[in-house]
């Protein structure tokens, strides 16, 4: 029961470096989701894909890609790090938009140096 | 555009005493609300769904919570808290759209023995 696998777990970049953070879920979701999780913010939606073949901006975008390689895979890209992204990155997905449970990978622990 | 708000950002209750977690909602109509829980170094799963068929919703590991319209609260509560409770919980609502789940900034729950 894998559930939503993200790769990889922990990573530390240097300023100007990229990254791409991997996501797949083998639920068949239509939905899926990035999040990042900082102390005391709780979670904020970075980019979300309400179906396969789309994507929108959630609450903070900036300095972020993803691409909805097809229904499994969801993958969030850091073109340019920055210090400010040290965070965690969460990917979760749903069946059907954010009114059914929403299932959460491990995390993955970035340090942006 | 629906939000929630979770009052402290730390409780601390003894084992065997009455977890209490409070969420307030803010919207003109009864939403779908969701209580997530957090344990260390993991992702998010969920503990309980509010989605108006019922004001009392029952979770895992015997918490529930209580939809009150005249308060717009969702408060989580557990009779008797466990040393296995201590977590991080999370309130959550739909947010600007269907697709974007927004969170509250967390309760961490620490039980004493």
């Known amino acids: 029961n894998a559930g939503v696998t993200q790769t990889p777990k922990f990573q530390v970049l240097k300023t100007g470096q990229s990254m791409t953070l991997q996501c797949a879920q083998d639920?068949?979701?239509?939905?899926m989701y990035w999040y990042r999780q900082d102390p005391g913010m709780g979670l904020r939606l970075i980019y979300y894909?309400?179906?396969?073949?789309?994507?929108d901006k959630g609450e903070v975008p900036n300095g972020y890609n993803v691409s909805r390689l097809n229904k499994r895979e969801f993958s969030l890209r850091l073109e340019s790090a920055a210090p400010s992204q040290t965070s965690v990155y969460f990917c979760?997905?749903?069946?059907?938009?954010?009114?059914?449970?929403?299932?959460f990978g491990q995390g993955t622990r970035l340090t942006v140096v | 555009a629906q939000s929630v708000t979770q009052l402290g950002s730390h409780v601390s209750v003894s084992e065997g005493a009455l977890v209490l977690l409070r969420c307030n909602y803010s919207s003109s109509v009864p939403p779908y609300l969701f209580w997530y829980v957090q344990y260390p170094n993991q992702g998010l799963q969920l503990l309980l769904k509010?989605?108006?068929?019922?004001?009392l919703v029952k979770g895992i590991n015997g918490f529930e919570a209580e939809f009150k319209k005249s308060e717009t609260s969702f408060h989580l509560t557990k009779p008797s808290a466990h040393m296995s409770d201590a977590a991080e919980y999370f309130c959550a609502s739909p947010g600007a759209g269907s697709y974007q789940l927004t969170f509250g900034k967390g309760t961490k729950l620490s039980v004493i023995p």
């Open positions: 979760a997905s749903s069946d059907r938009g954010a009114n059914t449970e929403a299932f």
């Open positions: 894909s309400a179906s396969e073949g789309t994507t």
């Open positions: 639920m068949n979701h239509n939905s």
């Open positions: 509010y989605t108006s068929a019922a004001t």
